[in-house]
Nanobody, 119 residues
Framework: QVQLVESGGGLVQPGGSLRLSCADS????????MAWYRQAPGNERELVAAITSGGNTKYANSVIGRFTISRDSNTVYLQMNNLKPEDTAVYYCRRNQWDTIRAFGGDDWGQGTQVTVAS
């Protein structure tokens, strides 16, 4: 059974950095695409970044140049630099049921980690 556990969230000032991690404790993540989503209060959950097993990546326009997604054998990371107040949200890791960044499906989600950007 896939168990995705996020860590690394917290409170940071605008312009600061955080690195989120998502560890798969149930099985290997290396055969599927992985993604980070976020959801702010009152907003729908949105895709932030995704990466295939081969390293192809996709980013939301709002984070291009600031966020970087990467992965190793059983963990996916989201390096977030130059954070802005509008990045404040709960960030969720998702294991895509396919190894692609063109479509997303499946119900394997982590529990979420809060990121708050405020001075």
């Amino acid at each position: 059974q896939v168990q995705l556990v996020e860590s690394g969230g917290g409170l940071v000032q605008p312009g600061g950095s955080l690195r989120l991690s998502c560890a798969d404790s149930g099985s290997r993540v290396s055969t599927n695409a992985m993604a980070w989503y976020r959801q702010a209060p009152g907003n729908e959950r949105e895709l932030v970044a995704a990466i295939t097993s081969g390293g192809n990546t996709k980013y939301a326009n709002s984070v291009i140049g600031r966020f970087t997604i990467s992965r190793d054998s059983n963990t996916v990371y989201l390096q977030m630099n130059n954070l802005k107040p509008e990045d404040t949200a709960v960030y969720y890791c998702r294991r895509n049921q396919w190894d692609t960044i063109r479509a997303f499906g499946g119900d394997d989600w982590g529990q979420g980690t809060q990121v708050t950007v405020a001075s």
